[in-house]
C-alpha cells in the first residue's frame, strides 16, 4: 500500500488561507460604509382624548359617602 504524499499540504493549505484572505478583503472593501451615522429624529404624535382636556377623579366604590 502507497504511502499518502503529504509534502504538499503546506503550500496547498497557506495558499488557500492567503486566497480566502485576500477575497475577503475585497468584499470588505466593495461594502459602503456610512461615514457618521445619526440618529433620526422621531416626531411623536400627540393624541387627543376627551379626559386630557379636563380634570378627572376616580372614586372608590369604598369611599363613596355612605347613606
Given amino acids: 500500500?502507497?504511502?499518502l504524499d503529504t509534502s504538499t499540504w503546506l503550500v496547498t493549505i497557506l495558499s488557500?488561507?492567503?486566497t480566502l484572505f485576500?477575497?475577503?478583503q475585497l468584499k470588505?472593501?466593495?461594502h459602503i460604509?456610512?461615514?457618521n451615522p445619526e440618529p433620526l429624529?422621531?416626531?411623536s404624535l400627540k393624541?387627543?382624548?376627551p379626559w386630557e382636556t379636563k380634570w378627572t377623579k376616580i372614586y372608590s366604590p369604598l369611599s363613596l359617602?355612605?347613606?
Fill in 1 to 3: 500500500m502507497p504511502q
Fill in 16 to 18: 488557500m488561507v492567503f
Fill in 22 to 24: 485576500i477575497i475577503m
Fill in 28 to 30: 470588505i472593501s466593495k
Fill in 33 to 35: 460604509f456610512h461615514s
Fill in 41 to 43: 429624529e422621531v416626531k
Fill in 47 to 49: 393624541h387627543l382624548t
Fill in 65 to 67: 359617602p355612605q347613606l
